[in-house]
């Protein structure tokens, strides 16, 4: 079954404007990993937070984990009509499978 | 490198043909990976490998088949096909130790 659940399933926002995804995931993990696909595309990997971690920046992002609410959230600051793709999150247990969830459509309106 | 790749990059079948799916990489990664993606499903694991000679079952195993004879690839094969194996399938890999993933672009399926 899916790990994670993304939330919203799908976000239109101006450019310019914060991007926001949550992602909640059901059993526990040793890290929690964040990729984007762009339409008709193979996923490409953002950032990796690992449990022991509660914040994570790299560039325009910022990625958050709360291990006792098992839940992450990925914010996207000031975001680009290029930044328009599914956003997914998928948590990695004790072994390297990587459990997805379902993806946010996030569309960056010019 | 080439990093992770995948042919065909698309394929229709008949009910009841067989077909191989390629994935390849040239980054010396031990662990290599095969998801197939439906509308509003995300990615489910089908089959993993953690080196030459090993390969196990992920989520949703049945009517594939794989196997590992090499580091570099990593082949996955519809045995019988069948319409509910209608997807998008991708390879990935990485190195062992719980690293981010390498996808390759994709092969769309459609089987008729």
């Known amino acids: 079954s899916q790990q994670g659940e993304e939330d919203p399933q799908a976000l239109s926002i101006q450019e310019g404007e914060n991007a926001t995804m949550n992602c909640s995931y059901k059993?526990?993990?040793?890290?929690l990993q964040w990729y984007r696909q762009n339409s008709g595309r193979g996923l490409v990997h953002l950032i990796l937070?690992?449990?022991?971690?509660r914040e994570k920046h790299s560039g325009r992002l910022r990625v958050t984990l709360d291990t006792s609410k098992k839940s992450s959230s990925l914010l996207i600051t000031a975001s680009r009509a290029a930044d328009t793709a599914s956003y997914f999150c998928?948590?990695?247990?004790?072994?390297?499978?990587?459990?997805f969830g379902k993806g946010t459509k996030l569309t960056v309106n010019p | 490198n080439a990093g992770v790749t995948q042919t065909p990059k698309f394929q229709v079948l008949k009910t009841g043909q067989s077909m191989t799916l390629q994935c390849a990489q040239d980054m010396n990664h031990e662990y290599m990976s095969w998801y197939r993606q439906d509308p509003g499903m995300g990615l489910r694991l089908i089959h993993y490998s953690v080196g030459a000679g090993i390969t196990d079952q992920g989520e949703v195993p049945n009517g594939y088949n794989v196997s590992r004879s090499t580091t570099e690839d990593f082949p996955l094969r519809l045995l019988s096909a069948a319409p509910s194996q209608t997807s998008v399938y991708f390879c990935a890999s990485s190195y062992i130790g719980q690293n981010e993933q390498f996808f390759g672009p994709g092969t769309r399926l459609t089987v008729l």
């Open positions: 937070i690992r449990s022991n971690e």
């Open positions: 059993t526990s993990i040793n890290n």
């Open positions: 998928a948590g990695q247990g004790g072994s390297e499978k990587l459990v």
